[in-house]
């Protein structure tokens, strides 16, 4: 197995337990601060209720793949086989270890875009392959993280098997714009090199900008593993369901290794999902409103501060420079903000191996406003 895995505990888990014994404001864990729409709820215990509590069929529920499609024909228009191409999964974190478990081999190559999600790079380690960091850049022409496209075309090689995509992006919040869609396909056109997409965020995107599945994209989605979460869009992390919607033979791949990891997912809460999603389609295109007005709140109430920002474009999360308050590095400023001030944030430095004047920090606002103006508020004061 090449590489070393890190055992140790997760930064999450870190400063999710120092607020804790700082009875801080959390605004470090990627979880809303509410609960799921209470329709959503009678639905799912509607279920729990009834003959609905023994295995579901290891690809997922039925209806709930159904409603999925629905979904993805109706924002990317793409018409999917519902049985075929659709995974349900223990979250997003199952689909995207399960995928790579099933895609890379020993000696295999996956490229990742730096700062990436901690747990691309152990799960490459654990099926033997080699990770490959290229940092996504900022420029005079584009201010917002987007790819280096010349150094990804430098980085493809031989031995190149797997690229790992994150839009909108954890933790910068950038987003793909309808270019990026045809360099990256013009660039893998002579490969066989696969594709992981995770859109766990993909219905959080703001300003009126689309986010653009690599479903939508007839090229790439031949290629492409493509992940989304009902945890991130339905305010329910804690239920752990997402899926993997991927062409017919990329999804037997991946239901090989997903029999082994969890078998099948909570059949309740799949029918709750798919009822709702029957009944209420509307919900979803209420999401990119509901959260750009708390960006916005959240924005706002920093203005005050000596803190720098550009506004997140996707997904729940704003990074904050501190460069104007603090030499510390990040870790160290994160834990003496959560001590000395009662707010808990993630430093960007855990997502990858970040130059040393980075100083940022990853704020949650997907929190009751409240919540936010107490956090704002103390943030003021430094």
Not at 34 to 61: E, H, T, W
Request: charged share 25%.
């Amino acid at each position: 197995m090449k590489g070393k895995l890190d055992t140790g505990s997760s930064i999450f888990s870190i400063m999710t337990e120092l607020s804790n014994e700082c009875d801080a404001i959390n605004l470090s864990q990627g979880f809303p601060g509410f609960n799921p729409d209470s329709r959503l709820l009678d639905m799912v215990c509607k279920y729990i209720q009834g003959n609905n509590n023994q295995y579901a069929p290891m690809a997922g529920v039925p209806a709930l793949q159904e409603c999925i499609a629905t979904k993805i024909e109706k924002f990317y228009g793409r018409v999917i086989n519902a049985s075929q191409e659709i995974t349900i999964c223990d979250g997003a974190t199952e689909a995207l270890f399960s995928i790579i478990q099933a895609a890379v081999h020993p000696e295999d190559e996956v490229i990742v875009f730096d700062p990436a999600y901690d747990n691309y790079a152990p799960a490459i380690v654990l099926a033997g392959g080699i990770t490959r960091h290229i940092p996504l850049i900022r420029s005079k022409e584009r201010t917002d993280y987007h790819i280096d496209w010349q150094r990804l075309r430098d980085t493809i090689n031989d031995k190149t098997k797997l690229i790992i995509l994150n839009f909108p992006h954890n933790p910068t919040g950038a987003i793909l714009k309808a270019e990026d869609l045809d360099i990256l396909a013009d660039i893998l056109r002579e490969t066989s090199i696969y594709l992981m997409s995770d859109e766990v965020y993909e219905h959080i995107v703001f300003d009126s900008q689309k986010h653009l599945s690599l479903a939508s994209h007839d090229e790439l989605w031949e290629r492409s593993f493509v992940i989304s979460s009902f945890g991130k869009t339905f305010h329910a992390t804690g239920w752990k369901v997402g899926y993997c919607a991927a062409p017919p033979i990329l999804t037997e791949e991946l239901r090989q290794i997903h029999q082994w990891t969890c078998y099948s997912v909570v059949t309740p809460i799949q029918c709750g999902l798919a009822e709702f999603m029957q009944t209420h389609p509307e919900y979803i295109e209420t999401l990119p409103k509901f959260y750009e007005a708390k960006r916005d709140h959240f924005c706002k109430l920093i203005d005050n501060s000596r803190f720098t920002y550009i506004p997140s474009a996707g997904s729940f999360y704003q990074l904050l420079d501190y460069s104007l308050i603090s030499d510390l590095d990040d870790v160290a400023f994160a834990k003496k903000l959560t001590r000395e001030i009662g707010v808990a944030s993630i430093p960007i430095s855990v997502f990858y191996d970040c130059p040393p004047h980075e100083k940022k920090l990853r704020f949650c606002f997907a929190k009751e406003d409240n919540i936010l103006e107490l956090a704002a508020e103390r943030l003021c004061t430094l």
